[in-house]
């Protein structure tokens, strides 16, 4: 008979660590018009100064450091985007606009509004100045050489705003590897269909792809079954040609119609690493590897199912270099006893209310077959399996759902 082991979750995460540490899915050139949220595939050195020039960043004079007020003769205006040609004396000032090319000679700004025009030719400077106040130096922001961006990064706004500032039109990251998700299940309809007394409607392709595409994978295909052992197979092998990593949801239990396990015994040509996890929602879970490939088997329950593509997939991501956003952590209170399944570290969610002495953790009830239980928590709380009860008014870590 099919056995479902508790194999421990970081026993489980380190055999996938081990097994799939080679990215075989490559790097790609992409205009960085296209690269919010990609991932660096090297890491950038700057191969400039910026700014190459100091640079102000108010309106105002700039002027030969003095602590005390005083008068200046105003010799010049520089344009923006142009160096004035000029060499500033004691007591002279030349008006700079934000961004302005502070000329040679000038050390500091003084903003406009501490100043005031005494004839068109003679500025009084209501106050002492900060030395080289208000000016960006020559390579303050980057220097060549530095070290700005690490290979890995999930390219934010801030970081494409870096690339920009260096005048990198393109840049090369890691091609988003491919999944193809195959859910399974006689009972399962897909959307446009009628729902019949027993039959359910399809969720796990949905919120998989969700979760997926959020990770920085590229969905090619993704299809919805019947348990039909010989269906299923050619399904594998043709996913198995078109993508990097195949998901299959339902059918990793044991029962009658259950045939995940057996069609990864004989897809798999490195068989099955994994039958079964120590976790809950998630213990009928199976990794398997073709060649360099991750085929992995998900318990149809659409919570288990979320929670185990999380945790495997987004570690198989890690595994090959990609920055994956993990959930929000934060401490919190129990407000009741909470207990761990037998054997399984407890994935147990909770609704969090923030109060002015902290969050609070109020668990909430449901199934692992009922997508609302996630829908109406905030988040969770990780029992772990020994001793299997974290004790109400306890603080401990707690996760936001993302
Ligand atoms: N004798 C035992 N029975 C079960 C065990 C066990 O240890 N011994 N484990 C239970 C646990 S825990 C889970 S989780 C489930 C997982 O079972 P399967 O992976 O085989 O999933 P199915 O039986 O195919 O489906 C379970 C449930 O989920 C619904 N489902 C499936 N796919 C989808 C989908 N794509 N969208 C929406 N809903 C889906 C399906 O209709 C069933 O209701 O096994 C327990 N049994
Ligand atoms: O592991 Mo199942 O996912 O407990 O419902």
Not at 117 to 141: C, S, W, Y
Not at 244 to 271: F, N, P, Q, R, W
Not at 305 to 319: D, N
Request: hydrophobic share 40%; with cysteine.
């Amino acid at each position: 008979m099919k056995k479902i082991d508790l194999n421990p979750i970081d026993h489980v995460l380190s055999v996938v660590r081990t097994a799939f540490d080679n990215n075989v899915c490559g790097t790609a050139c992409i205009g960085l018009e296209e690269a919010s949220n990609r991932i660096l595939a090297d890491d950038l050195i700057s191969d400039a100064f910026v700014p190459e020039f100091p640079k102000s960043t108010v309106d105002g004079y700039a002027v030969k450091f003095n602590k005390k007020p005083c008068q200046c003769t105003l010799v010049g205006k520089v344009d923006m985007g142009e160096a004035l040609d000029i060499e500033l004396k004691e007591n002279t000032c030349v008006y700079v606009p934000t961004g302005g090319v502070i000329p040679k000679g000038a050390d500091t700004m003084v903003m406009i509004e501490d100043t005031c025009m005494l004839t068109p030719t003679v500025v009084q400077f209501n106050k002492g100045a900060d030395h080289r106040a208000f000016i960006i130096e020559i390579g303050d922001d980057m220097k060549p050489g530095q070290l700005v961006l690490k290979k890995g990064t999930r390219l934010k706004p801030q970081h494409i705003g870096v690339l920009a500032s260096l005048g990198k039109q393109r840049v090369q990251v890691l091609k988003k590897p491919k999944i193809c998700l195959i859910s399974t299940g006689d009972e399962l309809i897909t959307l446009d269909e009628r729902l019949s007394y027993g039959q359910s409607r399809e969720i796990n392709g949905y919120t998989l792809t969700a979760i997926a595409e959020e990770m920085g994978l590229e969905v090619v295909n993704r299809c919805v079954l019947k348990d039909d052992y010989a269906l299923i197979k050619a399904e594998i092998e043709l996913a198995l040609k078109m993508a990097d990593l195949v998901v299959i949801s339902g059918g990793s239990s044991v029962g009658e119609k259950d045939y995940t396990y057996d069609l990864l015994c004989e897809t798999a040509s490195e068989g099955v690493l994994i039958s079964g996890m120590a976790i809950k929602p998630g213990k009928p879970t199976l990794v398997a590897k073709h060649l360099n490939k991750p085929i992995i088997g998900l318990p149809g329950h659409p919570v288990s199912a979320i929670v185990v593509f999380k945790l495997i997939v987004g570690e198989i991501m890690k595994t090959w270099g990609h920055e994956v956003k993990k959930d929000h952590k934060v401490m919190v209170k129990l407000t009741k006893d909470i207990y761990a399944a037998e054997g399984r570290d407890t994935y147990q969610m909770m609704s969090f209310e923030e109060t002015a002495e902290g969050i609070l953790a109020h668990p909430t009830s449901g199934k692992s077959g009922m997508i609302t239980l996630l829908s109406q928590s905030d988040g969770y709380v990780i029992i772990p399996r020994s001793p299997g009860v974290i004790k109400k008014e306890m603080v401990v870590e707690g996760y936001y759902l993302d």
